[in-house]
């Protein structure tokens, strides 16, 4: 099935409101690119040259911390975009891409989307997202001192599998971890106690949420 670019442009938040003729000079540039498990899509500290719009699969960006340590930054789900720091003159990339699933993307260069900026509205789309991500940023801090690990836990799997009592989990216990700011070892045990507990039943991928 012939993928509809300009449609799935237009439906992301970042595009959203782009008059529907930029969104077809958008999507005839673009590039549909698939990445398998683990792949890495971008390193940190490299030239940046395109952004990314996430259309199947999902998506961890990270950063190496001083003392070598990756930390997450955020994991992406269909529909969001990232990298946009590329629009910025003589940007690099400040995180790592990884695909943490098989993950489809569509590749906007950055050449081709500069002529955009002159337009207002792009213009204005483009710092309000910024300032959506740097609230997100900040979110993401108080996230991390105000919840505890139980509730980051819950609510991180509510983010990625919605309101459900059972779903198939398609990350690895190891992503989830680092999603949620513990390490495997922590998180192993939070499992554990949640499952002597009653509360949950992992069995394989399906994890059932009592």
């Known amino acids: 099935m012939k993928l509809n670019k300009a449609a799935l442009l237009s439906q992301s938040s970042f595009f959203q409101g782009l008059p529907e003729a930029d969104c077809m000079a958008l999507a005839e540039r673009s590039q549909h690119r698939q990445f398998r498990k683990r792949e890495i899509l971008f390193h940190e500290d490299t030239p940046g040259t395109a952004m990314f719009l996430l259309i199947f699969g999902t998506v961890q960006l990270t950063k190496m911390g001083d003392d070598g340590r990756q930390t997450v930054i955020r994991t ?10 590329i629009l910025q003159a003589d940007s690099r990339y400040p995180v790592t891409a990884e695909a943490l699933t098989d993950a489809d993307v569509l590749q906007l260069d950055r050449q081709h989307i500069f002529g955009l900026l002159g337009d207002p509205s792009f213009r204005d789309d ?26 980051r ?9 919605g309101e459900r009592d059972q779903f198939e989990v398609t990350l690895s216990k190891k992503d989830i971890a680092s999603a949620i700011g513990a390490t495997p070892e922590t998180f192993s045990r939070l499992v554990l106690r949640l499952k002597q507990q009653g509360r949950i039943d992992w069995q394989g991928r399906m994890l059932s949420i009592k």
């Open 76 to 85: 992406l789900k269909a529909g969001e975009v990232f990298a946009e720091v």
């Open 126 to 151: 483009f710092i309000s997202f910024l300032m959506r991500k740097q609230r997100y940023l900040a979110e993401r801090v108080r996230y991390l001192t105000v919840y505890d690990l139980e509730d």
């Open 153 to 161: 836990f819950f609510r991180f799997m509510r983010e990625q599998y």
